[in-house]
């Protein structure tokens, strides 16, 4: 049986909010990255599918590596907010949006394909609307790509943009 998470912020993003490619619920062709917590770190648990294939054979395209680590940031920010905000997933909160500021991704090892890769999460608040994530994706028990993200608080534009859609 695969592992999971299963109770994920992506879950209670508005679905004005869910259609991401990477972590959109309400996306048919997406990812579905899931992002929960697993003690004071956050995980996104994501097995790479045989057509996500890089220029090696057998081995995951980067992209798609960047894309998990980009998805897995955001929803650690709004896990680490609603959390020091005194909230949890499921209290009827709805979870804060984040938009990349920065994206920075070292390939460590190929990444293999069919391997559930565990993208494991450090948050750290650098302003009240600015946060870093530290991430290190593992391969079985190996590390094979880390990130370092800076995540922003989505404007309230933004937000009232997708409203009117």
């Not at 996306?27 to 648990?45: A, Y």
């Not at 090696?56 to 907010?81: E, M, Q």
């Amino acid at each position: 049986m695969e592992e999971r998470v299963t109770k994920a912020v992506q879950d209670y993003y508005p679905d004005s909010f869910a259609t991401c490619y990477g972590c959109g619920r309400l996306n048919e062709k997406g990812h579905h990255f899931r992002t929960g917590w697993l003690g004071d770190k956050t995980i996104t648990i994501y097995t790479p599918l045989p057509e996500y294939m890089g220029g090696i054979p057998g081995f995951a395209y980067g992209g798609i590596v960047a894309s998990l680590i980009d998805c897995h940031s955001a929803g650690s920010a709004s896990l680490y907010v609603l959390r020091k905000n005194g909230n949890e997933l499921g209290d009827g909160t709805e979870p804060p949006r984040f938009v990349t500021g920065t994206l920075k991704v070292e390939y460590k090892h190929p990444t293999p394909l069919g391997v559930p890769l565990k993208a494991i999460g450090t948050v750290t608040e650098i302003h009240p609307k600015k946060y870093r994530i530290d991430t290190e994706v593992f391969a079985e028990d190996k590390v094979v790509v880390t990130g370092e993200v800076i995540m922003v608080m989505m404007p309230e534009k933004f937000r009232e943009t997708v409203k009117q859609k």
